[in-house]
């Protein structure tokens, strides 16, 4: 295991059994850990800032709820990125949240920023069950094993649709990849 | 070979998953078929694209934000980042 994925695995342990026994500084650490990552796995998800700070919120919120459940067996990151995915799911289906961000705001000079929001809208024109493998496998970085366990599907489902989903950004990009030329 | 079966190798090969032979076998396939090379080269941009996208910034504004919005459902959490200087309390100004 390399060394920053053991470190982390370990201070999420100690964070975990800190937590079961009701340390205050336990949730706050683990918020340090998987704040930043689960805002930016909603905020993909859901297109504005301000959904994706509600839902993280509530993710962690979910984690003191079930603090006397939750184990420290690597599963916890799984976890938790599932509860993220299903308060998503819940608020797009509240607000029908499908549309081009708003809010999209990105750093770097125009060119790159315009190419990266011609992105994010391409992303977020997808059908979600091709977004998800792509938010995660390819903006996330996560193993597909585990993007499957979060989606609850096989891992051939996963590479399937993450396959097609790479085909139909792809196709929606057009344009932006032949400049990018 | 089928289409079907390059299609896989091409989405293989977009997200850099074929070992570097077969890698290499691809891309000299790809010289004496364009269509071949214009998947090839367009689904890695793509993947390239995607990857390189840094997302979202996670502001300071939105990490006080949502601890604020955890302190208001009652939660107590404490974390070892410093306090921003615009929520510390302010001296009056003496003059």
Redesign the interface.
Same mark, same amino acid.
């Given at each position: 295991m390399p060394n920053d994925a053991l470190r982390d695995s370990l201070a999420e342990k100690k964070w975990l059994t800190a937590l079961a026994k009701g340390d205050?500084?336990a949730?706050?650490?683990i918020?340090?850990m998987y704040?930043?990552r689960i805002?930016?796995y909603t905020?993909?998800m859901l297109g504005n800032?301000s959904d994706?700070?509600?839902a993280?919120?509530e993710t962690?919120?979910r984690v003191?709820r079930r603090s006397a459940e939750l184990r420290a067996d690597g599963a916890f990151r799984t976890w938790l990125f599932r509860i993220a995915r299903n308060l998503c799911i819940d608020k797009m289906r509240q607000h029908k949240l499908m549309e081009l961000p708003a809010d999209?705001?990105?750093?770097g000079g125009e060119e790159k920023a315009t190419?990266?929001i011609t992105?994010?809208q391409a992303?977020s024109d997808l059908p979600t069950e091709y977004r998800e493998p792509?938010v995660l496998c390819?903006?996330e970085?996560m193993a597909a094993r585990e993007a499957a366990e979060v989606l609850k599907i096989s891992v051939p489902a996963l590479k399937s649709r993450?396959?097609r989903g790479?085909?139909a950004?792809?196709d929606k990009?057009g344009g932006a990849?032949e400049r990018?030329? | 070979m089928n289409s079907d079966f390059y299609q896989?190798l091409v989405?293989l090969y977009?997200?850099r998953e074929l070992p570097a032979e077969l890698e290499d076998q691809m891309e000299l396939a790809a010289f004496n078929d364009q269509s071949l090379a214009h998947d090839m080269s367009? @689904?890695r #941009?793509?993947?390239d694209?995607?990857?390189e996208?840094?997302?979202?910034?996670?502001t300071e504004e939105?990490?006080q934000?949502? @601890?604020m #919005?955890?302190y208001a459902?009652g939660?107590?959490?404490?974390?070892?980042?410093p306090e921003p200087t615009h929520l510390q309390y302010q001296l009056p100004i003496q003059g």
């Open positions: 205050p500084n949730l706050g650490g918020y340090e704040g930043e805002f930016r905020y993909r800032r994706a700070e509600d993280t919120a962690f919120l003191l999209a705001q990105y750093s190419l990266r992105v994010q992303l792509l390819d903006l970085d993450l396959y790479r085909r950004l792809r990009l990849l990018m030329s | 896989k989405d977009a997200g367009t @689904l #941009k793509t993947v694209l995607v990857h996208d840094p997302g979202p910034e996670f939105s990490y934000r949502i @601890l #919005k955890l459902r939660v107590d959490i404490q974390t070892n980042a």
